[in-house]
């Protein structure tokens, strides 16, 4: 099934064109032309969303749930299409979009079947008590209830699972938030596409069209112009830190300040302890290799650091991850100017005192291979740049004199959403004295696996602490991501014919 873009955006149910244009940037194939995005799109999207609010946020959740599977029967209908036109635009493998597809249903069913349950909606009941001396207690009730319209920022390296109907606007639609979608400019027909799944599940349920709106971009001042917009109420946003952080700056300084849930990457780091870098650390530097080239590197949960003591075992360690990373091929990067960033992040770490490099490749135009830098922890923990992103398949080792100074590492990290540990039995004592520490530093501890591959389930925590998130207590994956567009609302002395139906039965 072959996809041929029209380029429009879809705005409350009507696909819209504007003057402006912009071409996407294919890895291969034909590129096409887009509409560019304008603030008054903006304002349009997001006064359909509010009036959408009042039906689609007093929904029932069956009705909500349905709408979810619809939009997952949707995507599935236009399975080889969405393939096609995916793997053309970002360079990934069929396999890789097939695969990431399938995450993006699955999530949206689970969610559906998530809020079918009610367990999300906490609610709370205290019965009143009118004898209570020296004050009686009113009857009081509590439920989570949906903020408002959301929007919702399109990923450069998702283009389905964290994009138009991903993790953020899956999450916001089932809470009861009707969702305004800027496109990412790395993949919009991808975005397209999904967007004509979307508002053909809106038509099968029968649903305000303003539920769902898809903005392409093109400029600036339409991400701007959207969480400034005082109808939004909450921003889902994955992207670079500094583009992030632009963005939660604008909604702190609103008249009415608003969430913003940005996942803004991470270095990801790994600590080898000395048992198990003795019975397998050649194993460990095989599966590290393949971990941090997986997709070309291009994911937040890339583990871009390993923290080794020195010993014959570290050295070993280098050896065996070089010689991997050196038998890699070059891929195709997402976008040229991530590509670009790439290579600079390379240079910076290269020309960095106290870092030598041990697999040094040629990277060029979108093409990505392996870099392989070794430092001590004195070098890392004199330069804060060290410890910074490099979106790719760059990976460095950290050598530490002894277990305190891999304490000393773990204490200096910033936010992650991630940290590792590789243990083994005669690890045990190291590895609890870690762990306190690390559960600080990140949203995710694993012991004796690799970060990439996140699992969509009740369980997952994918955030952490400043700067991997900029809401350490939220989680963008998982079902526990609908909280975020959430917020709990008490009903004191209410009669029950006036209670929401979610409450109407204590």
Not at 273 to 293: E, F, V, Y
Not at 395 to 407: A, N, P, R, T
Request: proline share 6%; charged share 20%; with cysteine.
């Amino acid at each position: 099934m072959s996809f041929v873009p029209h380029g429009k955006h879809l705005i409350a149910g009507a696909w819209v064109a504007t003057d402006q244009k912009f071409n996407s940037e294919p890895a291969h194939g034909d590129a096409h032309a887009f509409c560019v995005g304008t603030p008054d799109l903006v304002d349009q999207a997001a006064k359909a969303a509010e009036d959408a609010f009042w039906s689609y946020g007093y929904s029932s959740r069956a009705d909500r749930a349905a709408f979810l599977n619809a939009i997952a029967d949707e995507i599935d209908a236009r399975g080889d299409a969405i393939t096609q036109i995916g793997t053309q635009e970002t360079g990934l493998p069929e396999t890789r979009l097939i695969g990431e597809r399938g995450r993006t249903v699955g999530q949206l069913r689970l969610f559906a079947q998530h809020i079918l349950d009610g367990d999300y909606l906490d609610r709370r009941f205290d019965a009143s008590l009118l004898d209570r001396a020296p004050l009686p207690r009113p009857e009081l009730r509590l439920m989570q209830r949906p903020v408002g319209p959301v929007a919702v920022f399109g990923a450069s390296n998702f283009p389905l699972a964290f994009s138009t109907a991903g993790g953020d606007t899956a999450s916001a639609l089932a809470a009861g938030c009707p969702v305004v979608v800027k496109g990412h400019s790395a993949h919009p027909g991808t975005g397209e596409i999904v967007a004509e799944a979307i508002h053909a599940a809106i038509q099968k349920c029968g649903l305000h069209a303003g539920v769902f709106s898809l903005i392409q971009g093109g400029k600036r001042d339409v991400g701007q112009s959207l969480v400034q917009h005082p109808l939004i109420k909450a921003v889902g946003f994955t992207g670079s830190l500094a583009g992030g952080r632009a963005l939660f700056d604008l909604c702190a300084q609103r008249p009415e300040p608003i969430p913003f849930f940005g996942e803004l990457g991470s270095v990801n780091p790994m600590f080898l302890l000395p048992n198990a870098m003795t019975a397998r650390g050649n194993d460990i530097a095989t599966g590290w290799a393949g971990s941090l080239t997986m997709g070309a590197g291009q994911f937040c949960t890339n583990p871009g650091i390993s923290v080794v003591i020195d010993s014959p075992e570290a050295q070993a360690y280098v050896d065996t991850a070089a010689k991997v990373l050196g038998e890699t091929d070059a891929q195709v990067m997402l976008t040229d100017g991530i590509a670009a960033a790439y290579r600079a992040g390379r240079d910076r770490i290269a020309a960095s005192a106290g870092v030598r490099s041990v697999l040094s490749t040629s990277c060029d135009l979108r093409n990505a291979t392996p870099y392989l830098f070794v430092t001590t922890s004195a070098d890392w923990l004199a330069n804060a740049e060290l410890g910074e992103e490099v979106f790719g398949p760059l990976g460095m080792v950290v050598i530490v004199k002894d277990l305190q100074e891999m304490q000393q590492v773990a204490r200096a990290l910033e936010g992650q959403l991630t940290c590792t540990i590789h243990m083994d039995d005669g690890d045990t004592d190291a590895a609890r004295a870690l762990v306190p520490v690390l559960e600080r530093k990140a949203g995710r501890v694993l012991a004796n696996g690799f970060p990439t591959g996140v699992e969509v389930s009740d369980t997952m925590v994918h955030g952490g602490p400043y700067p991997a998130s900029t809401n350490f207590g939220a989680t963008s994956v998982g079902t526990m991501a609908i909280r975020r567009f959430l917020r709990p609302v008490c009903y004191q002395n209410m009669p029950a014919g006036v209670l929401p139906d979610d409450l109407g039965q204590g």
